[in-house]
């Protein structure tokens, strides 16, 4: 039996929390969506997840507060940020801050295959 | 032939004797000495004085020397002892015997009983002792008269009233007591009576003591064996109190049908005067009226008395020092000053105004309403001393309760027109009218504004028939469907229905109507008909105003919501091409996963829409114009602001306190887009409040100076508060904490306040809920306004003041 790594999706938009998931098992990756990162904090996958997509503007906790909390609990699971606001100084302070990757929407599922096999290969 | 006359004298039916002439009794016969039973020595000489009775002995003896001296023929009557010591009556007749040269020689005398005439006599005298005692002591002047009309007794009560002696009556002529103008009239009477011998009454005049009163003359005849008149009794009746009483009551009478026919109180107050000037003559009245505000005297009515002296009295206060009507006003208490010139009050004032009008008494009393109110004041002048009697104090109690009774009339018909005056005005200003429809005999009656609201010509009476002519066609089913309902079973009625007028125009109408039984127990409703047709027509506007303003609400300046935009366009196009990746992929595996494929594939139009919707919905953000800045009065835009709320406010059950400051200066801005900050400011207030249930929804709006030449205006609600990491992320597009909510409202306020050189914040309150404030520079002094600022004018904008500013 495989283990498939599993992909945690943290987004507040519920189309998202639809598509992604189906999107990464088509890549062979086991997959899991919660709406909100206090949802993911209080899950059981925070150990399991090998690679967590990450909305930034969410209600409650946003998508850097989750890193800085995973930063703060040792978790370093490899983060790919995704954001609706095309706000280009966005992207590299978030990738100073250590994510992977941070990938505009609506982004190809080329551009997030790529992401995803670079998160799994810094690990 | 001596002794043959001897024995005659001696037998005469009578006492004879003879004395000498000196007195000298030498002879008595034989009956006289029989009945005395003395002896002729004991009784000859003066011994027969011894049987005189003593009373009578000094008369005899005085009359007896007079007799002797004058030689003439006398009678006496005197009481003679009998023999057993009772006296009788006796006639004494005494004739000289004399010479031819006139010398009396002898006198002659006989002594006749008539002791049974006198006992007679003094039976009658006592019976008119009697009769006179008891028309004496009759409690009326009697007067007898003969058939003639000479005056024959009168009794003493009629002397005694009249101040003469009968003597005197009787020689006065009968006529010169009567009243000229009565005399016609009594004589007439007289000889009616005379003639009829029937009684006689009548009324008439009679002088006594100098002036004329009003007597009742009742006579009665006295007739004789025969049947002839002998006497007439008359008997008079003092009546002048009740002639007076009567006059008086006529007066009355005609003065209260004065009040009661609605004569002008003025006209009643002048009449009521004359009528004390004309009873109690020698006299000037006046009336003097207490002012609404119950300090001043003004006046009322003084027809006799001078202007100066009536203009100096008119508009003093009412108090002790002013005279003695605002003394008599000020103390409800009658003031009496019998003699100015010797009165020690108001010397200096009052007084000496009054003396020099020639005034020498006063007599104030006031008017006082039914509760003891002082009215007025009603004053008896005179230009001598004096004191009122009782009849004149009886006069002006009665003059002052007809006063009253006319001020009275007249302050509530003023009160009454006052009212009624009000009840139209009130009624035309809230377009509401009222009626009364008696549901047996169909009678309706109208107020005034009824009639303008439904503008039918008030001279022609109101019938359901016209009624119903004017009811909208659609709504004459439900009307008379109504009518007859209320009808049979007298409930209350409430319901709107609406007019057709003749030009087509449409009124809405609302009815309330109560229903009462009458004396009678008839059936009747009392209501009222509001015209609801501005109001109507104006929540109709105000409804499209509050759509448009809301729709506004959403339109930002574009720099703000370039990002928003973004956002809200990615976030679907996002689950799109994601969606129609993985959809690819399911169709290229090997086997195809045709079901996950076309669920893809569904999600991918879902979301299609959804970012086609999002575009639809930011459109209407295009859509601008700009803005021109102008002076804005803070508290008048948020006035406007409330007037345009309220009702949504009053819908959340909302207690909505306005605390506007008074002196707030003017600011320089887009009122319309202040106003959208209001606006968005309340209902977010209001929204907070919707789950409140254990205090008051209290809403707070509130207008003051702010440091630095600002001005700041503040919501405070008593709602579910802030969360303390939110207060900041309030204000981003799209946040939102309320379901349904597209959160551009608070960032669109404070993009807005921003743009008028402001800020926007929110703060929790100590209490429960939070605050919401912003703060905008006032306008500076030489502002030329020229600022634009990005804003939205339309023309539903200008459309939605004029529809608040009706009322």
């Given at each position: 039996?495989?283990?498939?790594?599993?992909?945690?999706v943290?987004?507040?938009?519920?189309?998202?929390?639809?598509s992604?998931?189906?999107?990464?098992?088509?890549?062979?990756f086991?997959?899991?969506?919660?709406?909100?990162?206090?949802?993911?904090?209080?899950?059981?996958c925070?150990?399991?997840?090998?690679?967590?997509?990450?909305?930034?503007?969410?209600?409650?906790?946003?998508?850097?507060?989750?890193?800085?909390?995973?930063?703060?609990?040792?978790?370093?699971?490899?983060?790919?940020?995704?954001?609706?606001?095309?706000?280009?100084t966005?992207?590299?302070?978030?990738?100073?801050?250590?994510?992977?990757?941070?990938?505009f929407k609506?982004?190809?599922?080329?551009?997030?295959?790529?992401?995803l096999?670079?998160?799994?290969?810094?690990? | 032939?001596?002794?043959?006359?001897?024995?005659?004298?001696?037998?005469?039916p009578?006492?004879?004797?003879?004395?000498?002439?000196?007195?000298?009794?030498?002879?008595?016969?034989?009956?006289?000495?029989?009945?005395?039973?003395?002896?002729?020595?004991?009784?000859?000489?003066?011994?027969?004085?011894?049987?005189?009775?003593?009373?009578?002995?000094?008369?005899?003896?005085?009359?007896?020397?007079?007799?002797?001296?004058?030689?003439?023929?006398?009678?006496?009557?005197?009481?003679?002892?009998?023999?057993?010591?009772?006296?009788?009556?006796?006639?004494?007749?005494?004739?000289?015997?004399?010479?031819?040269?006139?010398?009396?020689?002898?006198?002659?005398g006989?002594?006749?009983?008539?002791?049974?005439?006198?006992?007679?006599?003094?039976?009658?005298?006592?019976?008119?002792r009697?009769?006179?005692?008891?028309v004496?002591?009759?409690?009326?002047?009697?007067?007898?008269?003969?058939p003639?009309?000479?005056?024959?007794?009168?009794?003493?009560r009629?002397?005694?009233?009249?101040?003469?002696?009968?003597e005197?009556?009787?020689?006065?002529?009968?006529?010169?007591?009567?009243?000229?103008?009565?005399?016609?009239?009594?004589?007439?009477?007289?000889?009616?009576?005379a003639?009829?011998?029937?009684?006689?009454?009548?009324?008439?005049?009679h002088?006594?003591?100098?002036?004329?009163?009003?007597?009742?003359?009742?006579?009665?005849?006295?007739?004789?064996?025969?049947?002839?008149?002998v006497?007439?009794?008359?008997?008079?009746?003092?009546?002048?109190?009740?002639?007076?009483?009567e006059?008086?009551?006529?007066?009355?009478?005609?003065?209260?049908?004065?009040?009661?026919?609605?004569?002008?109180?003025?006209?009643?107050?002048?009449?009521?005067?004359?009528v004390?000037e004309?009873?109690?003559?020698?006299?000037?009245?006046?009336?003097?009226?207490?002012?609404?505000?119950?300090?001043?005297?003004?006046?009322?009515?003084?027809?006799?008395?001078?202007?100066?002296?009536?203009?100096?009295?008119?508009g003093?206060?009412?108090?002790?020092?002013?005279?003695?009507?605002?003394?008599?006003?000020?103390?409800?208490?009658?003031?009496?000053?019998?003699?100015?010139?010797?009165?020690?009050?108001?010397?200096?004032?009052?007084?000496?105004?009054a003396?020099?009008?020639?005034?020498?008494?006063?007599w104030?009393?006031?008017?006082?309403?039914?509760?003891?109110?002082?009215l007025?004041v009603?004053?008896?002048?005179?230009?001598?001393?004096?004191?009122?009697?009782?009849?004149?104090?009886?006069?002006?109690?009665?003059?002052?309760h007809?006063?009253?009774?006319?001020?009275?009339?007249?302050?509530?018909?003023?009160?009454?027109?006052?009212?009624?005056?009000?009840?139209?005005?009130?009624?035309?200003?809230?377009?509401?009218?009222?009626?009364?429809?008696?549901?047996?005999?169909?009678?309706?009656?109208?107020?005034?504004?009824?009639?303008?609201?439904?503008?039918?010509?008030?001279?022609?009476?109101v019938?359901?028939?016209r009624?119903?002519?004017?009811?909208?066609?659609?709504?004459?089913?439900?009307?008379?469907?109504?009518?007859?309902?209320?009808?049979?079973?007298?409930?209350?009625?409430?319901?709107?229905?609406?007019?057709?007028?003749?030009?087509?125009?449409?009124?809405?109408?609302?009815?309330?109507?109560?229903?009462?039984?009458?004396?009678?127990?008839?059936?009747?409703?009392?209501?009222?008909?509001?015209?609801?047709?501005?109001?109507?027509?104006?929540?109709e506007?105000?409804?499209?105003?509050?759509?448009?303003?809301?729709?506004?609400?959403?339109?930002?300046?574009?720099?703000?919501?370039?990002?928003?935009?973004?956002?809200?366009?990615?976030q679907?196009?996002?689950?799109?091409?994601?969606?129609?990746?993985t959809?690819?992929?399911?169709l290229?595996?090997?086997?195809?996963?045709?079901?996950?494929?076309?669920?893809?594939?569904?999600r991918?139009?879902?979301?299609?829409?959804?970012?086609?919707?999002?575009?639809?919905?930011?459109?209407?953000l295009?859509?601008?114009?700009?803005?021109?800045?102008?002076?804005?009065?803070?508290?008048?835009?948020?006035?406007?602001?409330?007037?345009?709320?309220?009702?949504?406010?009053?819908?959340?059950?909302?207690?909505?306190?306005?605390?506007?400051?008074?002196?707030?200066?003017?600011?320089?801005?887009?009122?319309?887009?202040?106003?959208?900050?209001?606006?968005?400011?309340?209902?977010?207030?209001?929204?907070?409040?919707?789950?409140?249930?254990?205090?008051?929804?209290?809403?707070?709006?509130?207008?003051?100076r702010?440091?630095?030449?600002?001005?700041?205006?503040?919501?405070?609600?008593?709602?579910?508060?802030?969360e303390?990491?939110?207060?900041?992320?309030?204000?981003?597009?799209?946040?939102?904490?309320?379901?349904?909510?597209?959160?551009i409202g608070?960032?669109l306020?404070?993009?807005?306040?921003?743009?008028?050189?402001?800020?926007?914040?929110?703060?929790?309150?100590?209490?429960?809920?939070?605050?919401?404030?912003?703060?905008?520079?006032?306008?500076?002094?030489?502002?030329?306004?020229?600022?634009?600022?990005?804003?939205?004018?339309?023309?539903a904008?200008?459309?939605?003041?004029?529809?608040?500013?009706?009322?």
């Open positions: 039996m495989v283990v498939r790594s599993l992909v945690s943290v987004d507040d938009d519920e189309s998202v929390r639809e992604l998931p189906d999107l990464l098992r088509e890549f062979g086991a997959a899991q969506a919660f709406s909100s990162a206090e949802e993911f904090l209080a899950s059981d925070v150990c399991r997840t090998g690679c967590l997509i990450l909305d930034v503007a969410m209600p409650g906790m946003s998508g850097p507060d989750l890193q800085c909390e995973l930063m703060r609990r040792r978790k370093e699971i490899p983060i790919v940020f995704i954001t609706a606001h095309g706000d280009e966005v992207r590299p302070r978030l990738l100073e801050q250590g994510a992977v990757e941070c990938l609506p982004f190809s599922d080329t551009a997030l295959c790529e992401a096999n670079a998160a799994f290969r810094v690990h | 032939m001596e002794n043959e006359l001897s024995r005659v004298v001696d037998m005469l009578g006492l004879v004797w003879t004395a000498l002439p000196d007195g000298q009794v030498d002879f008595l016969n034989q009956r006289w000495r029989e009945y005395t039973g003395l002896g002729v020595d004991e009784a000859c000489g003066e011994g027969w004085l011894t049987a005189v009775h003593p009373e009578d002995l000094p008369g005899l003896l005085e009359r007896w020397r007079s007799i002797l001296a004058s030689g003439e023929l006398r009678e006496m009557e005197v009481r003679l002892r009998r023999f057993d010591g009772e006296y009788r009556w006796f006639l004494f007749r005494t004739c000289p015997l004399a010479h031819a040269s006139g010398q009396v020689v002898k006198w002659c006989m002594n006749i009983d008539i002791d049974d005439r006198r006992r007679a006599e003094e039976v009658l005298r006592a019976h008119e009697r009769f006179r005692s008891i004496d002591g009759f409690p009326a002047l009697v007067a007898l008269r003969t003639a009309g000479n005056l024959e007794y009168a009794n003493r009629y002397l005694e009233y009249f101040g003469a002696t009968l005197k009556l009787k020689r006065s002529a009968g006529g010169d007591d009567f009243h000229p103008d009565d005399l016609a009239e009594v004589l007439a009477a007289w000889r009616e009576a003639e009829t011998g029937l009684p006689c009454d009548i009324e008439c005049r002088r006594a003591g100098g002036v004329y009163r009003w007597f009742h003359m009742h006579g009665f005849p006295l007739r004789d064996t025969d049947g002839r008149i006497l007439w009794y008359l008997v008079h009746t003092d009546i002048d109190d009740r002639k007076r009483a006059a008086a009551l006529a007066e009355e009478k005609r003065l209260l049908e004065m009040v009661a026919s609605g004569h002008s109180m003025s006209a009643i107050l002048k009449a009521l005067c004359q004390v004309r009873t109690a003559s020698g006299c000037y009245c006046s009336i003097l009226l207490v002012d609404q505000s119950g300090t001043r005297l003004e006046h009322g009515a003084a027809p006799s008395l001078p202007a100066s002296y009536i203009n100096s009295i008119n003093r206060p009412v108090n002790v020092d002013s005279g003695p009507c605002a003394t008599a006003a000020y103390l409800n208490q009658q003031v009496i000053s019998v003699d100015l010139k010797m009165e020690t009050r108001w010397a200096y004032g009052w007084r000496q105004i003396l020099a009008h020639g005034l020498r008494a006063c104030s009393t006031p008017i006082s309403s039914t509760t003891g109110k002082v007025g009603f004053a008896v002048y005179y230009d001598e001393p004096r004191t009122p009697t009782r009849r004149e104090q009886s006069l002006i109690q009665q003059i002052t007809i006063a009253s009774i006319a001020v009275e009339r007249a302050q509530n018909d003023a009160a009454l027109r006052r009212s009624e005056a009000f009840l139209a005005e009130a009624q035309h200003l809230s377009s509401t009218g009222s009626y009364l429809w008696r549901a047996e005999t169909d009678e309706i009656t109208w107020s005034e504004e009824t009639y303008r609201i439904f503008e039918l010509d008030r001279t022609v009476p019938t359901l028939e009624i119903s002519t004017r009811v909208h066609p659609d709504d004459l089913p439900a009307f008379k469907e109504q009518v007859e309902r209320a009808r049979c079973d007298g409930s209350n009625v409430e319901f709107e229905f609406r007019l057709q007028m003749p030009n087509r125009s449409v009124k809405y109408l609302r009815v309330l109507s109560h229903s009462s039984r009458d004396e009678s127990g008839q059936l009747e409703y009392t209501g009222a008909i509001q015209d609801m047709t501005e109001r109507r027509l104006s929540e506007a105000l409804a499209k105003v509050r759509s448009e303003l809301a729709h506004m609400a959403r339109v930002t300046s574009l720099g703000a919501l370039t990002a928003s935009i973004a956002h809200e366009v990615n679907p196009l996002s689950g799109i091409i994601t969606n129609a990746g959809c690819l992929r399911m290229a595996a090997d086997p195809p996963n045709i079901d996950g494929a076309r669920e893809t594939a569904r991918t139009i879902r979301d299609g829409n959804r970012a086609s919707e999002v575009i639809t919905r930011l459109r209407a295009f859509s601008r114009k700009s803005a021109t800045t102008e002076s804005v009065d803070l508290n008048e835009a948020t006035r406007e602001v409330m007037a345009l709320s309220l009702r949504e406010l009053q819908r959340n059950r909302v207690i909505l306190r306005p605390q506007l400051a008074d002196d707030l200066p003017l600011v320089t801005g887009d009122r319309v887009q202040l106003q959208q900050v209001i606006l968005n400011l309340l209902l977010n207030a209001s929204d907070a409040m919707s789950c409140v249930d254990d205090r008051p929804r209290q809403l707070v709006i509130r207008t003051e702010d440091e630095g030449d600002r001005v700041r205006l503040s919501v405070q609600d008593a709602g579910v508060g802030l303390p990491q939110g207060v900041e992320r309030l204000f981003e597009p799209f946040y939102t904490t309320k379901n349904g909510g597209m959160g608070l960032s306020s404070r993009s807005i306040i921003e743009s008028h050189h402001g800020h926007l914040w929110a703060a929790p309150n100590d209490g429960p809920g939070a605050t919401f404030s912003f703060s905008i520079p006032r306008r500076s002094e030489g502002a030329t306004g020229a600022r634009r600022l990005g804003a939205i004018r339309t023309h904008v200008a459309t939605a003041r004029h529809a608040m500013r009706k009322p």
